[in-house]
């Protein structure tokens, strides 16, 4: 059996699909391992966990009393859309071979999943289950925008957005990164998605609050989260779900994988502590919400960085993670003067860009990283990283501003009418109440 170096098998593993298919193929028969299969399997459903209910409830808790059920809602049907536009043709624009567009998008050998069966092998798991994996990939990644736009934003423009955001965003970067793109072979340390996830909707999410205004209120009216028993019941299973998300990302039950969840562990926990330092200094009293906030930014700044690092270095980076998520919500935020609901830009977007940049420097062996390419240096990795970052941000404003338009064009616009707004967008747009609510 084929067995790659924690190197070779960052960014996603996807070395494993790329590269072990034609090796087996001279070499040996290419057989399914159950116990990887197994592994990728409950990875899977944690991930779907993590979502739903998990994102879902962690937002839903954060907004106002009248807006929950809008929350879910938009979690809900966005990861279904994403879900059947990746079966359909995401899949095969993501990890086929694109000829001579081969650097930034896939081709259409898999459309509407051709050719993919029950006896077809990715690395050693069937390739029915790797496609599940990368599609609970492709349906939480959009749903995370909902944060920066809640309680404003009209659900036929959600869905038309969402959509098109996949189609010309995410397919694009997924392919770039883990798909054999430019991102790919340059080589870059994102282990489960530092780029392609998440500094990917945190620059949406700055788009879409400049582009749809702020909320009635905002600034003069108190916008606190209505639950926060359901935020933390979210965020727990969002960290349940990321061990998965990211030990996942190995594709085989094995060491390496363990070091993988270990890390996403310490540092998750690490950041819920820096957090909760910074705060309890500077607003005079530790809370939950911080915490939990905490332990999120933690996880994000993990997210490229988890395949790369020793566990020590993990925790490192969670700690600097919460204290400069922290800043990027208390300061950076009111400096910008965007309406960023959930702070998905403050802490997907923040902690995803710094975990990336920090990722080469926890991964140097001498404090128990796991190093890099063979010739390559940390500076020469930090320029890699560093220049892939300033792409994604780049690509990730202009295709995010492209599909807000095409959706405020088809739908007359992105957002709900005063009226619908006061009265909350579950009455409003949905015709139900989750709660009684007097705001």
Known sequence: MIRFSPVVRGTLGLSLMLGAASALAEDATPTINSGDTAFVALCSLVVL??????????????????????????????????A?????????????DGGSLQSFIGGLDKLFLRGVDKDS??????????????L?????????????????????AVMVFMAFWLTLNYLPMAHMGW??????????????????????????????????????GFGTQALAPHNMTMTYTGGCMLWVGWLGFCGGCALAASGFAMLVMVNTMLASCAGALGWLIVEWQYRGRPSLFGAISGAIAGLVAITPACGFVGPMGAILLGFIAGPVCVWSVDKLKPMIGLDDAFDVFGVHGVAGILGGLLTPVFALTAIGGQGFAEGR??????????????????????????????????????????????????????????YKYSN
């Open 84 to 96: 059947v536009l990746f079966a359909l043709y995401g899949y095969s624009l993501t990890f086929t």
């Open 179 to 216: 798909g054999g793109g430019w991102v790919f072979n340059l080589g870059v340390q994102d282990f489960a998605g530092g780029n392609v996830v998440h500094l990917n909707v945190g620059i949406a999410a700055l788009v879409g609050a400049w582009m749809l205004g702020r909320r009635r």
């Open 49 to 82: 966990l993590m979502m739903l209910p998990g994102l879902a409830l962690f937002y839903g808790g954060m907004a106002r009393s009248k807006n929950v059920l809008s929350i879910l809602m938009q979690v809900f049907c966005t990861a279904s859309l994403a």
């Open 121 to 134: 092998i990715t690395g050693t798991i069937p390739e029915y289950l790797y496609f599940l994996f990368m």
């Open 377 to 434: 240096g940390l500076m020469e990795q930090l320029a890699v990283n560093g220049g892939a970052i300033l792409f994604s941000i780049l690509f990730s404003a202009v295709s995010s501003w492209v599909a807000f338009k095409v959706a405020a064009a088809l739908c007359g616009g992105l957002r709900v009418d005063e009226e619908a707004e006061v009265d909350g967008l579950d009455l409003s747009a949905h015709g139900e109440v989750g």
């Open 136 to 156: 609970l990939f492709a349906a939480i990644t959009p749903a995370i925008i909902v944060g920066a736009f809640a309680e404003r934003m009209k659900f036929s």
